[in-house]
């Protein structure tokens, strides 16, 4: 599961490093939740940004808000699920990040938040579907969500998912709409995590309020009350 994530870049960097155009204006974002509204690339537009809400709308339940927890789709069955395997084969969209969050339980009470990155904490993208659905006021508004696969060492440690992350020479494959089916799920395999490392932050990331640089920052382990603990 990917529940949060940040990405904490400029403008400039995310257009120099996806060769895509932003024409709407963006801040470094820290703290990314479902329901906000966050840069994607999408095979339809792939040199410009959309900005789209994440969490997609089901096609049985036209007109209801962005779906919160329906944040995520499992790989291993995305042909299989009705209303995902269209989106699959039609709709496909990179979603930039930097980072991202999972929480690791120690106890029954105590959840310890770890950010995720690359070595040099450079830009990426999850594997993303999209879909567009009509609101109650009769607005078109977008939606995606991020495909999720079973974890490297290094996430195994922390949680049982990780969102699939492309390596940037299969961006393009994975946004192209000729790419055969086969290609495309070979494509979701977990990232390597000898490219990857982690580190503890602060139980401030819990509150999707707290959108700011401290929530990235290394800190020592700390449970969700704000206590010292003795794991990392």
């Keep these: 599961m990917c529940g949060r994530y940040s990405l904490a870049k400029s403008k400039t960097e995310l257009e120099n490093r996806f060769a895509a155009e932003m024409l709407e204006p963006f801040a470094p974002r820290y703290n990314i939740a479902p329901a906000q509204l966050v ?13 789209f809400y994440w969490g997609i709308t089901p096609a049985f ?13 499992r790989s291993e069955t995305i042909t299989e699920k009705i209303s995902f395997k269209t989106s699959f084969k039609k709709n ?7 980072g991202f969050y999972e929480w690791k ?11 995720f990155v690359l070595h040099g904490e450079g830009l990426f993208a999850f594997a993303g579907i999209w879909e567009e ?4 006021n009769g607005d078109i508004a977008h939606t995606f969500l991020i495909l999720t696969t079973a974890p490297n060492q290094l996430a195994s440690e922390i949680h049982d998912r990780m969102p699939v992350i492309l390596p940037p020479g299969q961006e393009a494959t994975w946004l192209d709409p000729q790419t055969p089916e086969n290609v495309l799920l070979e494509m979701l395999q977990p990232y390597p995590d000898k490219e990857m ?9 819990n509150q999707v309020a ?5 929530v990235i920052r290394k800190t020592l382990p700390m449970d969700q009350f704000g206590n010292y603990t003795l794991f990392g």
């Design 197 to 205: 490392m982690t580190y503890t932050v602060s139980p401030m990331v």
């Design 210 to 214: 707290n959108d700011n640089p401290y």
């Design 61 to 73: 339940s036209k007109n209801k808000p962005v779906a919160s927890k329906l944040i995520n789709a």
């Design 105 to 115: 339980k120690i106890g029954k009470k105590t959840k310890v938040p770890y950010r």
């Design 39 to 51: 840069p994607v690339i999408t095979g339809e537009s792939p040199k410009g940004f959309s900005h």
């Design 133 to 136: 659905y009509e609101t109650e």
């Design 92 to 98: 496909r969209c990179l979603v930039p990040a930097d």
